[in-house]
C-alpha cells in the first residue's frame, strides 16, 4: 500500500541553524501538507501546497519557514534560524484532491529537537 | 473561534469491552468530520471520514455517529483489543478552509 515517507526520522539541532525536512507524498497524489505537534499539545496545521504554491498557510507559519517541492517526487519544509519553541514533531500528509471526501493520509513524522 | 473539543481526556478499558469517545466542534461552515488512531509517536491514520448528511459510519470495530445539528460526534470501539491503544483524534476543517483543526484527542488504554 502506497504511503508517505519522511526524513530523517529524528533531527536534533543547535538554536539558529537551518533544518530541512523531507517528505515524499503518495505519488499521485496532487495536495501536500506540512503540520506540526509540539509534544502533549494537538496536532496543528503550519501549510497546504498544490500546483507548486502554497494554496494556506496559518499564522504559525511566519517567515522563518518555507516549503518546495524540488524535484517531481520530494516536498520540503525548511526551517531558518531555529528556535527552541520549534521543537516538535513535524508531519507531512498528501491527498488525492481536497474536501469532504478526501483523505489526507500522514507520515509517520521526523522528531525535530532543538538545543 | 473554530474548535474541536474531545472527552474524555483518558481513558482505561479491559481488553474485550466497549468503549465510546465523544466529540463537539463549533467550527462553521460545516463541511466533515475526521476520526484518526495515533499511535504514540507516530503520525495520524484516518479512521473514518463523515459528511454532514451522514449519520453512522462503521469501519470494522469502530462506528462513528455525527449530529450536524447538535455539533457532536461519537466514535464507539467495540470488542476493544490491545492494539487499539492509541490516542483517538476528531479532527474538522476549518470553516470555508480546507485547513484541518485537531482535538486535543482521547488517549486509550487497552488492558489485558
Known amino acids: 500500500e502506497p504511503e508517505v515517507t519522511q526524513t530523517p526520522s529524528h533531527q536534533v539541532t543547535q538554536m539558529g541553524q537551518e533544518v530541512i525536512l523531507r517528505c515524499v507524498p503518495i505519488?499521485?497524489?496532487?495536495?501536500f501538507y506540512w503540520y506540526r505537534q509540539i509534544l502533549g499539545q494537538k496536532v496543528e496545521f503550519l501549510v497546504s501546497?498544490?500546483?507548486?504554491?502554497?494554496?494556506?498557510k496559518s499564522e504559525i507559519f511566519d517567515d522563518q519557514f518555507s516549503v518546495e517541492r524540488p524535484d517531481g517526487s520530494n516536498f520540503t519544509l525548511k526551517i531558518r534560524s531555529t528556535k527552541l519553541e520549534d521543537s516538535a514533531m513535524y508531519f507531512c500528509a498528501s491527498s488525492a484532491g481536497q474536501g469532504g471526501i478526501y483523505e489526507q493520509y500522514f507520515g509517520p513524522g521526523t522528531r525535530l529537537t532543538v538545543t | 473561534k473554530n474548535q474541536v473539543e474531545q472527552s474524555p481526556q483518558s481513558l482505561i478499558i479491559l481488553e474485550g469491552k466497549n468503549c465510546t469517545l465523544q466529540?463537539?466542534?463549533?467550527?462553521?461552515?460545516?463541511?466533515?468530520l475526521r476520526w484518526y488512531k495515533q499511535d504514540t509517536g507516530r503520525g495520524p491514520v484516518s479512521l473514518t471520514i463523515?459528511?454532514?448528511?451522514?449519520n453512522t459510519k462503521s469501519n470494522g470495530r469502530y462506528t462513528a455517529t455525527l449530529d450536524a445539528d447538535t455539533k457532536q460526534s461519537s466514535l464507539h470501539i467495540t470488542a476493544s483489543q490491545l492494539s487499539d491503544s492509541a490516542s483517538y483524534i476528531c479532527v474538522v476543517p476549518d470553516g470555508g478552509s480546507y485547513k484541518l483543526i485537531f482535538g486535543s484527542g482521547t488517549r486509550l488504554l487497552v488492558r489485558p
Open positions: 466529540c463537539n466542534y463549533t467550527v462553521s461552515p460545516f463541511s466533515n
Open positions: 463523515m459528511t454532514f448528511s451522514e
Open positions: 505519488s499521485n497524489h496532487l495536495y
Open positions: 501546497f498544490y500546483n507548486n504554491e502554497i494554496s494556506e
